[in-house]
């Protein structure tokens, strides 16, 4: 079983970018997304609820971040706009089988993927 994160980059404040994460392996119903900058600690992003197809984001995040799943290809993206200096992080990947209410916890989630690079210039 693998997570496969992809997507990151380097952009300008205000520029888009869309992280992808592949599942293979086997499939999931819950997935998430962190963030780990530099002298901070990992911070929960979004979290996507496949029972119920709903969304959760950190306040943080909430209006410029989308987290969507697409079934056919068993990958979860994270469209991300209006991106902000403060975004810079790597950001990971993250999926569990059953929904918990403490879903912004990481050590919730089993499985991990191996993170991708987002750094935005001001």
């Known amino acids: 079983v693998q997570l496969q994160a992809s997507g990151g980059g380097l952009v300008q404040a205000g520029d888009s970018l869309r992280l992808s994460c592949a599942a293979s392996?086997?499939?999931?119903?819950?997935y998430a997304w962190f963030r780990h900058a530099p002298g901070k600690e990992r911070e929960f992003v979004a979290a996507?609820?496949?029972?119920?197809?709903?969304?959760y984001y950190s306040d943080s995040v909430k209006g410029r971040f989308t987290i969507t799943r697409d079934n056919a290809r068993n990958t979860v993206h994270l469209q991300m706009n209006s991106l902000k200096p403060e975004d810079t992080a790597v950001y990971y990947c993250?999926?569990?089988?059953?929904?918990?209410?403490?879903?912004?916890?990481?050590?919730?989630?089993?499985?991990w993927g191996q993170g991708t690079q987002v750094t935005v210039s001001s």
């Open positions: 993250a999926a569990r089988d059953i929904w918990v209410v403490t879903y912004w916890q990481g050590s919730q989630y089993s499985h």
């Open positions: 996507f609820r496949g029972s119920m197809n709903r969304a």
């Open positions: 392996g086997r499939t999931f119903d819950n």
